[in-house]
């Protein structure tokens, strides 16, 4: 049964063009942001609120032990003049497997997507215009304890909030191997979107972004040799005219972009595989000229082409991408559908 959300507006809204077309991502929110509370074995009526500050003890749980998880995808202009969220319920259902792994309880599905959907309705008049603009929709999902015992917290809290951006990346990527650190290893968090998994991971970016690298390419945390996954994105390789991307074996986010992807490139009649590749493979099939492109794929960077991969002293690097090339063809179905220019044959757009 869900429960009603209430609503308190602004007084008046911060919208501009200027905010709404050329802001930095994530770097501005929209106008309101929804609010919902679990105490005491159950969930409180949510609420829809004036985005702003929100005051907490030095003692809340997550600062000290990490009780934190978050999701991300996007509501679109569609060709009819409409709004859609983009498999929002693919989302949820991600952020409740990671509320289980980290001991919080699950969110309602009404509560959630109803919620999300009356907050993206509210604040539709953020959603830019401008070609590869989206409202980004971010929920951030933690314990609201005020203890310092290690347990997980008696009292949650759901906040969502908007954000309207243009893309994550500007121009194909350039990716550092990381043989030093590690995203994940078995039996940990790596398949689940906890808030610790990137605070991990700022330390290996900032050294390969001063090195003139976007971001790092993570190797397994076994052997630092099979490849897994970029920084804020899964990763495909083009190996003989397949598509390949490593499986799902607990240390890889499950990507609802990158599900999407291999959908849409079998449906494209390119082979795509799930499968170990390691960066030997990648190397060899490289020099071999086996290996014709690499992009990744995420809700921020959608398809995001691969300029560059280096691993120790090679440097692999990708030619400038076509419109015929895998990652454009397939960046360019997506996209189609994401806004409704093409038909939804998976149902993945839930109208707003």
């Given at each position: 049964?869900?429960?009603?959300?209430?609503?308190?507006?602004?007084?008046?809204?911060?919208?501009?063009?200027?905010?709404?077309?050329?802001?930095?991502?994530?770097?501005?929110?929209?106008?309101?942001?929804?609010?919902?509370?679990?105490?005491?074995?159950?969930?409180?009526?949510?609420?829809?609120?004036?985005?702003?500050?929100?005051?907490?003890?030095?003692?809340?749980?997550?600062?000290?032990?990490?009780?934190?998880?978050?999701?991300?995808?996007?509501?679109?202009?569609?060709?009819?003049?409409?709004?859609?969220?983009?498999?929002?319920?693919?989302?949820?259902?991600?952020?409740?497997?990671?509320?289980?792994?980290?001991?919080?309880?699950?969110?309602?599905?009404?509560?959630?997507?109803?919620?999300?959907?009356?907050?993206?309705?509210?604040?539709?008049?953020?959603?830019?215009?401008?070609?590869?603009?989206?409202?980004?929709?971010?929920?951030?999902?933690?314990?609201?304890?005020?203890?310092?015992?290690?347990?997980?917290?008696?009292?949650?809290?759901?906040?969502?909030?908007?954000s309207p951006v243009g893309p994550y990346f500007s121009q194909p990527i350039r990716l550092l191997a990381e043989e030093r650190f590690v995203r994940a290893f078995p039996g940990g968090t790596g398949d689940s979107k906890a808030a610790g998994n990137y605070a991990g991971g700022l330390l290996a970016a900032r050294l390969a972004q001063e090195k003139g690298f976007h971001n790092v390419l993570w190797l397994d945390g076994v052997e630092r040799r099979y490849v897994e996954e970029s920084g804020v994105m899964n990763i495909f390789f083009?190996?003989?005219?397949?598509?390949?991307?490593?499986?799902?074996?607990?240390?890889?986010?499950?990507?609802?972009?990158?599900?999407?992807?291999?959908?849409?490139?079998?449906?494209?009649?390119?082979?795509?595989?799930?499968?170990?590749?390691?960066?030997?493979?990648?190397?060899?099939?490289?020099?071999?000229?086996?290996?014709?492109?690499?992009?990744?794929?995420?809700?921020?960077?959608?398809?995001?082409?691969?300029?560059?991969?280096?691993?120790?002293?090679?440097?692999?690097?990708?030619?400038?991408?076509?419109?015929?090339?895998?990652?454009?063809?397939?960046?360019?179905?997506?996209?189609?559908?994401?806004?409704?220019?093409?038909?939804?044959?998976?149902?993945?757009?839930?109208?707003?």
């Open positions: 049964m869900s429960t009603p959300t209430t609503v308190t507006r602004v007084s008046r809204s911060r919208l501009t063009e200027a905010l709404r077309e050329n802001s930095a991502f994530g770097a501005t929110f929209s106008d309101h942001m929804l609010v919902a509370d679990w105490e005491a074995g159950s969930w409180k009526q949510p609420q829809i609120v004036p985005f702003g500050p929100i005051s907490f003890s030095p003692a809340l749980t997550p600062f000290h032990y990490g009780q934190a998880i978050f999701e991300g995808f996007k509501a679109h202009r569609t060709a009819n003049r409409g709004l859609a969220l983009f498999r929002p319920r693919e989302n949820f259902a991600r952020m409740n497997r990671s509320a289980t792994r980290l001991a919080m309880p699950e969110i309602p599905e009404s509560l959630f997507l109803e919620g999300v959907i009356e907050l993206v309705r509210l604040d539709r008049d953020w959603v830019p215009h401008r070609e590869g603009g989206s409202l980004y929709v971010r929920p951030t999902y933690f314990g609201v304890d005020d203890t310092l015992l290690v347990r997980p917290a008696n009292r949650f809290r759901l906040i969502v909030m908007t083009v190996l003989d005219g397949k598509a390949i991307t490593p499986p799902l074996t607990g240390t890889i986010l499950p990507g609802v972009t990158r599900d999407s992807a291999l959908t849409l490139l079998r449906e494209m009649g390119i082979p795509a595989e799930e499968r170990q590749i390691s960066i030997d493979e990648v190397l060899s099939a490289h020099a071999a000229g086996k290996l014709s492109e690499a992009f990744g794929a995420g809700t921020a960077a959608i398809v995001a082409p691969i300029a560059c991969i280096c691993y120790r002293d090679r440097d692999l690097q990708f030619p400038a991408v076509a419109d015929s090339s895998v990652a454009a063809r397939l960046r360019a179905r997506l996209v189609a559908i994401q806004t409704g220019r093409e038909p939804d044959q998976h149902n993945w757009l839930l109208p707003v």
